[in-house]
């Protein structure tokens, strides 16, 4: 069965650095693979998209302090967590699909319906 394994997570202090990595269980091509993160009782939230061709898509929020990257050779996506916040504490989950990141849509929950999730990986912030 298919599987994505995140890992990485964890508790760091405000301003750390975390990178957390998401590996998949076969060799798959890919299309959109993306982060997202939730906070218990709110909605999920996308953080970072990268498309088969390395192109990446950034909420505006995160950008300059989060990376997303992916090393097919060994099935993996990243996320380089840097100067971490308090509101950084969440869930992160990793999300692929088949076909390629769609322009406005590769930060959506629902553009991953029909692929696959990780079973997230809490990261806690404290101040």
């Known amino acids: 069965e298919f599987q994505l394994v995140e890992s990485g997570g964890g508790s760091v202090q405000t301003g750390g650095s975390l990178r957390l990595s998401c590996v998949a269980s076969g060799d798959y091509n890919f299309g959109c693979m993306a982060w997202f993160r939730e906070v218990p009782g709110t909605e999920r939230e996308g953080v970072a998209a990268?498309?088969?061709?390395?192109?990446?898509n950034y909420a505006d929020s995160l950008k300059g302090r989060f990376t997303i990257s992916k090393e097919n050779a060994k099935d993996t996506l990243y996320l380089q967590m840097n100067n971490v916040k308090p509101e950084d504490t969440a869930i992160y989950y990793c999300?692929?699909?088949?076909?390629?990141?769609?322009?406005?849509?590769?930060?959506?929950?629902?553009?991953?319906?029909?692929?696959?999730w990780g079973q997230g990986t809490q990261v806690t912030v404290s101040s």
């Open positions: 999300a692929v699909e088949w076909g390629h990141c769609s322009s406005g849509y590769e930060l959506k929950a629902d553009t991953y319906a029909q692929g696959y």
């Open positions: 990268i498309d088969s061709d390395g192109s990446t």
